[in-house]
């Protein structure tokens, strides 16, 4: 069983179809890369993925569990970061993470709260406010906040979005040792170089709709030998350029 199966799904907000017939499955272990122009749809996707709308039409399931008819249950198998965060201002780093854990039901001792704060790298920040971390210290902590019910499935909206090279790369080594204890990562990015780096498989969503799903590899060989995939190329063909040939005229706009 994949431990998130979306079928058929479709989200509408009004007359307007976000989310067409969207289909795809994330197996233990593995990182699907979800990439497409703003409006492409992700972030409705996300979103219904979560329970916080209910689709139009298709099923979606959480380890079987379906989010909308049991969202309470679907959440605890979930971490969710996003691009942005707002924690409450008067708690340090290490209460916020007790606190989020408390809402899980999670009991930390301090020794493994401060185990936690250093795997991740910010077990000297542990008596400061968020507000003032850094972005890249940001995102490790709401990253670390996402696994605090240690979840098989984690959800990432554009994580590395305003990070500099340095903070991007410590992130992407904390999403690849999520991968190497068997946890599910389901990532939205605007960067090729990082739905390379990090995806299994990508799945590239144009209009509402997934136009290509298959591993980085097979993606850019499918595409290797097209004329306009070619032309677009500075060089050899990259996956860069078969997103701009399978977008089109969405990137532009």
């Not at 990432?156 to 904390?174: F, I, K, N, V």
């Amino acid at each position: 069983m994949d431990v998130l199966s979306v079928q058929g799904l479709e989200v509408r907000y009004g007359s307007h179809t976000a989310v067409r017939g969207v289909s795809f499955g994330i197996g233990s272990g593995e990182v699907l890369g979800l990439i497409g122009p703003n409006g492409a749809g992700k972030t409705s996707t996300l979103a219904a993925i979560e329970g916080l709308l209910r689709p139009a039409a298709g099923e979606i399931r959480v380890l079987g569990v379906d989010p909308v008819r049991e969202p309470l249950r679907a959440r605890a198998s979930l971490g969710v970061q996003l691009q942005s965060t707002a924690f409450q201002p008067d708690l340090s780093v290490r209460e916020l993470v007790a606190l989020y854990a408390g809402l899980y039901g999670v009991r930390l001792g301090r020794a493994e709260l401060d185990r936690r704060l250093e795997s991740i790298g910010l077990l000297e920040e542990a008596g400061r406010r968020a507000s003032q971390l850094s972005g890249g210290q940001q995102q490790r902590l709401t990253l670390l906040i996402a696994l605090v019910h240690e979840p098989p499935l984690l959800l990432l909206d554009e994580p590395t979005t305003g990070l500099d090279p340095q903070s991007r790369r410590q992130l992407w080594s904390h999403v690849e040792e999520q991968r190497a204890v068997g946890r599910s990562v389901l990532l939205t990015t605007h960067s090729m170089e990082e739905a390379a780096a990090l995806s299994d498989r990508i799945a590239i969503m144009v209009q509402g709709e997934i136009v290509a799903l298959d591993t980085p590899k097979k993606l850019v060989e499918t595409y290797a030998r097209n004329p306009r995939a070619m032309q677009l190329a500075h060089g050899s063909v990259t996956l860069e350029d078969v997103f701009l040939l399978l977008a089109g005229e969405e990137v532009s706009k």
